[in-house]
Each structure stands twice: as structure tokens, then as C-alpha cells.
């Protein structure tokens, strides 16, 4: 029995195993040896070789980018590659890097556990063979494992019965044979057309529908090849900012906002463009608003229609169960076509469920029938089914099996809590759902790489995900499908196919930007949420976040939304105005009217809105909206002034004012103070109590509100009985930590902070100011109570929690609300992110009980 010791095991001969072995080798100087059970390199490429097999994703994609010269040298033959050209481009790879050398191939890992004693792996293989190795490296892929055959009677046939991931290499031949085909997802579409002309008779039994758009495939020519080489850079960077990790266009607008005729106009386009454009280019809400998703659905049900000559086999192949893009979307070339040859028969396995195989073929509920051959495609044990077949034993001897039983758990689809020093790559709970995986491959290698330098660059023993990181990553996972329509359906994505498997999304469904910058911010932080013998990195910011909040987040990352602090002032106004778009609509029976205030800087607009409530003279709530001074309008504000006169029952009046820098300090406070002033003098001939009356406002609306209650109480009036205060501003030159963690946002930095403030006190003396810094006061008494809304993922949060703080230290009745998992403008976005309801919530439960206590000794009097 051989015994070696090493660096790091590598298990898999996939797109994974093969860049980790040329990472860790080749590039970082490592030991490694690799094992795969196949004959050969190529992973899944290596064993699905049924008829048909090609990727769904471009070649020219679908392909490492590591290598400029590899990517120049190798020639694909055409659009989408099959899978005899995959393999021989993995097989060309294996070569060109020296990798044969590392693996052991025809060989299986029987066990791997970990020894806490010398912080190693011990690997055994079925070969006898132990290695020890100080890294163990999960690249066995997440299509290794064939799913169980649900069907009886399998031994007894006396034909021939292959699943597609088993097909003989040396092929089968089916000329003039009878033939049954069960499943009809991406596998079975593709074995379908590819060998119905071809056979006798093809019977497909199908049981869930599936939304199939044209693949689009032909040869790549001399020259669409050349451009491409040229424009390789570019199209790598654009394809890692992407949804899916291809360079496609970007879907800019939500189904919804178009009409009839033009959604298809854009559906015809891109259902006949080939890959996933259909689902990433037509329109962004279609894989989270089902209103939108409907569209697709009727789009692509009549294009079956027209494709079909049969109307009742037409109906059956229309899906009607499910949306679309929750399960794998799926491509087809000549797929519904398939179905108009007379010896081709669709099979309703939904209506009359197979039974059992018999010796000549299928029984079902309702009919016998007589194959000589019959094809499983029938999935996959999608996720880390192959790693948990390895008999691998962690800490304390835990086993995966006992840590996963309630679903697969990895964080940042790396690692497993437990398991020191194992690290997966691409694995479950990563990117893979949403992301062209050759590119999320290296990725997640290079990050793999770049933690195993940092442990030997440290003389660290053991690197283990925390159990605190592991757990909100989870729960992130798990947020951000609920944001979406993926558990809507059974599918694989959830883990529904196998019936043993619990129910738990197997991926992070928020596409390639967003995840690259969560795990390009754990990285830039030391590796945080990991821990380096025992010392522990803090959970990074974008994993806090709140599923709603990330999807929202992702979605403006999909879209190529350009960050603020890169936009011209016009786009900055423009982004902050199209956040009216992620509102939910104003509550019915608010009504709104628009009147005129006067000021020194001339007459402004307000905008009333009235609660549908009682006659008598109501509270009042002057809310300034947000926008750093430079932006924002009545607009972008008009749902949460609606909502907050609906909640709060008060009239709420939301004044326009003039804007920076074209009108810098003090412009804003004098229009927001005059707009305050007029609201005490005219606001009972609308219906308004002034006794009663409150000030509030969102980020620099924060600022000035707060500015405004000083103003009031240092310049005699009005009297107001609460202000209201959502992330403010309170000192632009506040040093502290939350400034310094967050830096770079989400949605807000730093950086753009500083520029706002600065067109916005044209005189940097200003910023010293009370009237630019309310935190600047000499002193705060005599303010109204106060409610001091925060968000835990913003760099404003402590300046507004400081100021909390000193007006309570001031006797000042002071709530203080932090929420978890928002960032800065959260309160804008009530559509998307549910949790802005308890925002709501929390303002009415302040101050509902003051306007009541102040109606009462009203009364009184």
C-alpha cells in the first residue's frame, strides 16, 4: 500500500479539478495529487456522452480565460460546442499544463478524514493508497451523481436501458429501434431531437413541461472567431460583471412598463438569439415578479403553439405549472418540430404515471407499451452528492451527512463549518445557478488559492469557516430565494428531485456581480468570516444584508447601474428619481393635492397627502425627502409620503426645494425652514392641526429636518412636537467606525458623500456649521422628541446614532431604532424589500401616541 504526503488532494478532472491542480501546482508552487474516477480528464464531459450532449452557454464563454494564449489557440468549431469538442479542448488543457502527471485516474476516494492532532487529511482511495495532505479540495462537481430511477421492475427488462450520464463511449446504435425517452428537461430535450429521425418509433414520456427557447447554434466562421480573439478582453471583463457570467446584453427595463406590442418586439428578438438571452436580456423582474414572468410564459406557449401542428400534443408541451427560469431554462434545435414526425408520440407521465418497467418495455396507469430500448434522462443528485459518497469525517469526527442534514451548507459555496481545510470548489450554495460556471470555476479556484496563501503565509494550521458565517450565509441564501420565484416550483435548484433531500435553495440566486463582490470583499478583509487557527474574521458587511436588500442590490449590479460616486451629476439625479420605480403603489384613499409656499428664494411646490380618516383637523408631518442635497424631487418621495400619512393618520406635506450646487448653502434649509413656517401659518386651512406638528426627512432630508428643528427652536417657532429622522446626515466630517467599514457602501460611500457635501457647502467653513452639522450644536435643549432610524450596512449609521445618543445625554426623549441588514436609502425601495413595512411601522408607533397626548391636553384646555 502506497503512502504519500502532500500539499493538497484534488478530487475531480473537471473544469474545476483541472484549473485547481494548474492554480495550486503550476502557479502557487504546491504539491498536489488529484484523483478522478473516470478514465480520463473532462469531468461531466467525460461521462455524458449520449446523442445530443453540447453546452447551452457560447463556446467562446464557455472556456477558461486564464490563459490569453490558450484562449487564442484553440479553435471552436462552432456557436455552442458539443460535448466531443468540450472534451478534446479539456483534454488539449490537461496536456498544454502538464496535468496528467498530478492525477490518478480510474481511481475513487473511499475516505477522507480529518486528523485534529497533525491538521492533516487523511485520504484513502480504492486503489489502497493513503495520502496525507494539509488541503483537501472538493472540485468533484455538482452533476456527478445520477439520480435514483424512480421505477420498478428495471431488472427484468430484456431490452437495453441507459441513463445519459452512463452512455457507452463507443455509442449505441438505434437505427430501427423501438424507444422510450423519460424526461423531457435539458438532457432529455436534447437526446430527443437528436435521435428521433434516426429511430423506428420514439415514445417520451414526459412529466413536467419545460419552457425550451431555440439554442441558435451553427458554425463559428474564420472571421466571427478572429473578432472574437481580438475582443477577448473585454469580453471577459463584461462577462464577470454580467448576470450569468456571459457577455450578454442587459435587461434595462421591467416587462410590465412596455406594452403588448412591444414585449414582442423584444421577446422576438431574443427568444430567436440563442442561450439565456431570453431570460437575462428581455426584462429584469422576470425571474422575481410573476405578473412579469407571465408575459414570457404566454410568449413562449404560443410560440410552441405556432411550432406544433398538433393542438393537444402543442397543449401538453406547454408548460403551465411553473415560471419561467425556475426551472433550468432549457434550449432546443428542432425540439417541437420533433414531435410533428408520425413515429414520435408524447406520452402525459403527469396525468398517467409510469408504474414499472416491464420485460418489454413500460407500464403506466392507463397503457402497456413495447421498447428494445429505454433512455433515463432523469437528473442528477444535483450539489455535493459526490462528496458526501467519500466517507469524509471532520472535526470531533462529524460527518457531512450529519452537518448537512438540513440541506447542503457551504459559505460563499467554499467551505463547510467543521471541516478545516476542505474547501469546495464552485460548490453548493455558490454562484452555479446564475453563473457561466468555467468563469465562476476560476473564480472560486483563485479565491481558494489566494486563502491557502494567506494560511501558509501565516504558518497557519487549520482555516475553517465560522459557525456564526456559515449560519447568516445560509440564511442570506435562503432570504434571497424568498425574494425571488425559484421556490414557487419543484426543482432541482431546491432540491426537490430527490425525495431524501431536504428542501434548501442549492445556490445564491442573485447572479455573478453580486456574489464576485461579497467574496472579493471577504477577501480584501483578510478573509472575513473565516477563522485562521481560531482566530476569527468578523462576517462581511454584504452578507449581513438583508436576502431583499442583496436582491434588490444585485439586480442594479445586473443591470449595469453605474455606481453614484461614477455618475455625472445628471445620472445621479436620474438614478435617485427612477428609485420611485421600487415603490410599492400609494395606498388607496390617500388623497393628494399640490400647493405653492413662498421664500426668499421664491415660490416652491408642496405636496400635501391626506389620510382617508376622520373631519377633524389632523396632525401634521413636514417630510423632506433625501438625495445628498444635489437630487431627489416630490417624486421619488410620493409613495413613502403617501404611506406615511396612511400610517401615521396625519397630513403630511412634502415640500420641494432648491437644490446644490446650482443653488448651494444655505439654499435648502431656508426653502425646507420657510416650507416648515408656512405649514404653522396655513396648513388649518387644509385641514392641518400646528399645534401638532412634526418634522421629518430621509438622509440630507434627515439633516435638514434636524437643522430645521434647531432653526425652530433658536428662531422662535414654530413649536413642533417631534422630529423624525432617517439615516441623517448630522456631521460630514464625522471619523468613526461605520464610515470606515463601509466605506464602499452599498449604494452610498464615502467617497460620494464627500462630494455631495462639498457642492453642497461651495465654502468648506460651512461644513463646521450647525445649519450643515446639526451634530455641531452648542447644545440641544429645548428639541422635540426625536426618533433616530439607522441602518447596520450604512456609513451614516454612527454619525446618526451619536447624535441619538447626545440628544438623549441632553434629556431629550430620544427612540433609537437600528435595522439589521439595510443599507442607506432602504427606505425608498418599499417594493423589493419587505422589511421597510416595520420602518413604517416604527415611525407610526412613535409618533402616534405623541400627536394623541398632544390632541388630549389640547382637550384639556
Known amino acids: 500500500m502506497s503512502h504519500q504526503s502532500i500539499d493538497v488532494v484534488v478530487v475531480g478532472a473537471g473544469f474545476s479539478g483541472l484549473y485547481a491542480v494548474h492554480r495550486f501546482r503550476n502557479l502557487q508552487g504546491l504539491s498536489v495529487q488529484a484523483f478522478d474516477a473516470g478514465a480520463g480528464p473532462g469531468g461531466v464531459w467525460h461521462w455524458n456522452r449520449y446523442p445530443g450532449a453540447r453546452c447551452d452557454f457560447e463556446s467562446i464563454f464557455y472556456s477558461y480565460s486564464f490563459d490569453e494564449d490558450l484562449q487564442r489557440e484553440w479553435r471552436w468549431s462552432e456557436r455552442f460546442a458539443a460535448q466531443p469538442e468540450i472534451l478534446s479542448y479539456l483534454e488539449h488543457v490537461c496536456d498544454r499544463f502538464d496535468l496528467r502527471r498530478s492525477f490518478r485516474f480510474n481511481t475513487r476516494v473511499t475516505s477522507a478524514v480529518w486528523n485534529e492532532e497533525t491538521a492533516r487529511w487523511i485520504v484513502r482511495t480504492d486503489d489502497g493508497a493513503v495520502t496525507e495532505a494539509r488541503y483537501f479540495i472538493n472540485a468533484a462537481g455538482s452533476f456527478s451523481v445520477v439520480k435514483r430511477s424512480d421505477f420498478p421492475g428495471q431488472e427484468d427488462f430484456r431490452g437495453t436501458v441507459l441513463h445519459t450520464r452512463d452512455w457507452p463511449a463507443a455509442g449505441v446504435d438505434l437505427t430501427g429501434k423501438r424507444v422510450a425517452v423519460i424526461g423531457t428537461g435539458s438532457t432529455g430535450i436534447q437526446v430527443i431531437q437528436a435521435i428521433a429521425k434516426g429511430v423506428a418509433s420514439l415514445t417520451v414520456f414526459q412529466r413536467t413541461a419545460n419552457f425550451a427557447c431555440p439554442l441558435g447554434n451553427r458554425p463559428m466562421t474564420d472571421e466571427e472567431f478572429e473578432q472574437v480573439v481580438a475582443d477577448y478582453p473585454r469580453l471577459r471583463d463584461e462577462s464577470r460583471a454580467s448576470l450569468a457570467g456571459a457577455a450578454y446584453p442587459r435587461a434595462q427595463r421591467s416587462a410590465l412598463w412596455d406594452t403588448p406590442e412591444e414585449r414582442r418586439r423584444v421577446y422576438d428578438e431574443y427568444y430567436d438569439g440563442g442561450g439565456f438571452r431570453m431570460l437575462t436580456s428581455t426584462y429584469f423582474d422576470l425571474i422575481y415578479n410573476l405578473e412579469a414572468n407571465k408575459t414570457a410564459q404566454d410568449y413562449i406557449r404560443e410560440r410552441i403553439r405556432e411550432r406544433v401542428n398538433d393542438p393537444e400534443t402543442a397543449e401538453l408541451l406547454s408548460p403551465n405549472n411553473h415560471p ?416 470606515r467599514e463601509f466605506a464602499h457602501g452599498p449604494i452610498i460611500s464615502v467617497e460620494l458623500g464627500k462630494r455631495m457635501s462639498s457642492l453642497y457647502a461651495a465654502d468648506p467653513r460651512d461644513l463646521q456649521s450647525p445649519l450643515v452639522a446639526p451634530a455641531k450644536a452648542s447644545n440641544f435643549d429645548g428639541l422635540p422628541p426625536t426618533l433616530v432610524i439607522t441602518m447596520e450596512i450604512d456609513p451614516l449609521r454612527d454619525e446618526g446614532e451619536d447624535y441619538a445618543r447626545a440628544l438623549q445625554a441632553a434629556g431629550i426623549r430620544t427612540v433609537l431604532r437600528r435595522f439589521d441588514g439595510l443599507f442607506h436609502t432602504a427606505y425608498s425601495f418599499s417594493a423589493p424589500i419587505p422589511k421597510v413595512a416595520e420602518i413604517q411601522s416604527a415611525i407610526a408607533d412613535f409618533l402616534v401616541p405623541i400627536f394623541t397626548e398632544a390632541e388630549s391636553t389640547v382637550t384639556v384646555r
Open 324 to 739: 419561467y427560469g425556475v426551472k433550468r431554462a432549457t434550449f432546443e434545435s428542432g425540439y417541437y418540430e420533433t414531435f410533428n414526425l408520425p413515429h414520435v408520440r408524447l406520452v402525459d407521465a403527469r396525468a398517467t404515471p409510469i408504474e414499472r418497467i416491464t420485460s418489454t418495455g413500460l407500464a403506466t396507469t392507463a397503457e402497456e407499451f413495447e421498447f428494445d430500448v429505454i433512455v433515463l434522462a432523469t437528473g442528477y443528485d444535483v450539489g455535493a452528492a459526490a462528496l458526501m459518497q467519500m466517507g469524509v469525517v471532520g472535526r470531533d469526527g462529524l460527518t457531512l451527512d450529519k452537518r448537512w442534514s438540513n440541506g447542503q451548507r457551504a459559505y460563499l459555496g467554499t467551505a463547510t463549518y467543521g471541516f478545516p481545510n476542505l474547501f469546495h470548489i464552485n460548490g453548493p450554495q455558490g454562484p452555479a445557478a446564475l453563473f457561466n460556471n468555467p468563469i465562476a470555476i476560476e473564480d472560486s479556484v483563485d479565491f481558494v488559492s489566494a486563502l491557502i496563501a494567506q494560511a501558509d503565509g501565516n504558518a497557519v494550521r487549520a482555516v475553517e469557516v465560522t459557525e456564526a458565517a456559515e449560519e447568516r450565509y445560509d440564511q442570506l441564501v435562503r432570504e434571497v430565494a424568498n425574494a425571488t420565484l425559484f421556490p414557487t416550483a419543484p426543482t432541482w435548484y431546491m432540491g426537490d428531485n430527490i425525495s431524501e433531500k431536504p428542501r434548501s435553495p442549492l445556490s445564491l440566486f442573485t447572479g455573478a456581480p453580486l456574489f464576485r463582490a461579497i467574496t472579493a470583499e471577504a477577501e480584501a478583509r483578510g478573509f472575513s468570516g473565516f477563522s485562521f487557527d481560531g482566530e476569527q474574521r468578523p462576517i462581511p458587511s454584504l452578507v449581513r444584508l438583508d436576502g431583499a436588500a442583496a436582491f434588490l442590490l444585485a439586480g442594479m449590479m445586473n443591470m449595469g447601474q453605474k455606481p453614484l460616486e461614477e455618475a455625472s451629476l445628471q445620472e445621479a439625479r436620474a438614478a435617485m428619481d427612477s428609485f420611485a420605480l421600487m415603490q410599492l403603489p400609494v395606498p388607496t384613499g390617500v388623497a393628494i393635492t399640490e400647493v405653492e409656499y413662498s421664500g426668499a428664494g421664491g415660490p416652491r411646490t408642496a405636496r400635501l397627502y391626506r389620510p382617508p380618516v376622520g373631519d377633524g383637523p389632523l396632525p401634521v408631518i413636514v417630510f423632506i425627502h433625501g438625495g445628498g442635497w444635489i437630487g431627489g424631487s416630490l417624486d421619488a418621495f410620493h409613495e413613502p409620503s403617501a404611506t406615511l400619512a396612511a400610517r401615521t393618520g396625519a397630513l403630511v406635506v412634502s415640500p420641494d426645494y432648491r437644490l446644490a450646487p446650482e443653488h448651494p448653502f444655505p439654499a435648502a434649509t431656508d426653502d425646507t425652514f420657510e416650507a416648515l413656517q408656512w405649514v404653522a401659518d396655513h396648513i388649518q386651512e387644509y385641514g392641518g392641526d400646528p399645534t401638532r406638528l412634526a418634522v421629518g426627512g430621509e438622509s440630507a432630508g434627515g439633516n435638514l429636518a434636524a437643522v430645521a428643528a434647531l432653526r425652530a427652536r433658536n428662531e422662535g417657532g414654530p413649536q413642533l412636537s417631534a422630529q423624525i429622522l432617517i439615516t441623517p446626515i448630522t456631521d460630514p466630517l464625522a471619523d468613526n467606525a461605520s464610515r
